[in-house]
């Protein structure tokens, strides 16, 4: 677009435009993304709660490192987004104070003025931390109980065959989890949404099958 000779009053409308709608972009894409996060976490609570009642010990610590993935890929868009937000703040930070200045209204200045946190108040990116890190830290704990949960299962079974079968299972799950996380870890163009959608999904279930294969073989040798 060529500035050279649009009018100053016009070229101060374009940047004021310009910044608002980069920042209702990324507003609105942060809350999308927390609404996302809940959803998402709603179902996984409640596949968890339904595989540990069914006993379905491996399937429940799955889900949780599903989880606790989600949390911190979520967490890291959260960042990101952030970081994008306060860019268009200081865009129009100096715009907002100069209407200021020039109307006598310091209240015009409201970048400046909601930048100062008010007392007992939270901002957005405290809120989303807390959020993200206690619902990671919760899973967590889950992880743990189905490991030990399963390990108690194992040890009241009668059948000699089981600790063979799930020694080879736990092999198998790490081998296919290291590749699903080399190729997760693969350069993707920023252009290629797809691609980069595919090296997501890869490194959430490479990183499941690595944990979940790590914790039945350390198990199994402990046992």
């Known amino acids: 677009m060529n500035v050279d000779n649009v009018e100053p009053k016009e070229l101060v409308k374009i940047a004021v435009d310009h910044a608002w709608n980069w920042f209702a972009l990324h507003a609105t894409q942060r809350l999308q993304s927390v609404n996302f996060f809940l959803v998402a976490m709603a179902f996984m609570t409640a596949a968890y709660v339904t595989a540990i009642k069914e006993e379905l010990f491996l399937i429940a610590a799955g889900i949780a490192v599903l989880a606790m993935s989600t949390s911190y890929f ?12 306060h860019a268009a703040e200081e865009a129009l930070n100096p715009i907002q104070d100069a209407v200021a200045t020039k109307l006598t209204l310091p209240q015009m200045n409201i970048v400046a003025r909601v930048a100062e946190t008010n007392p007992g108040g939270w901002k957005y990116s405290r809120v989303f931390k807390f959020m993200y890190s206690t619902t990671a830290a919760g899973f967590a704990l889950g992880f743990v109980d189905a490991l030990l949960r399963y390990q108690a299962y194992l040890s009241s079974s009668p059948s000699s065959s089981v600790g063979a079968r799930i020694h080879a299972s736990g092999v198998v ?10 190729k997760g870890t693969m350069q993707v ?9 595919a090296s997501i999904i890869h490194l959430l279930f490479g990183a499941v ?4 294969g790590t914790a039945i073989l350390i198990r199994d040798f402990l046992g």
């Open 173 to 182: 799950m790490l081998i296919t989890g290291t590749i699903l996380l080399n």
């Open 189 to 197: 163009a920023p252009s290629d949404a797809l691609r980069r959608t």
């Open 74 to 85: 979520l967490f890291r868009m959260e960042r990101r987004i952030q970081y994008l937000i």
């Open 209 to 212: 099958l690595v944990t979940l």
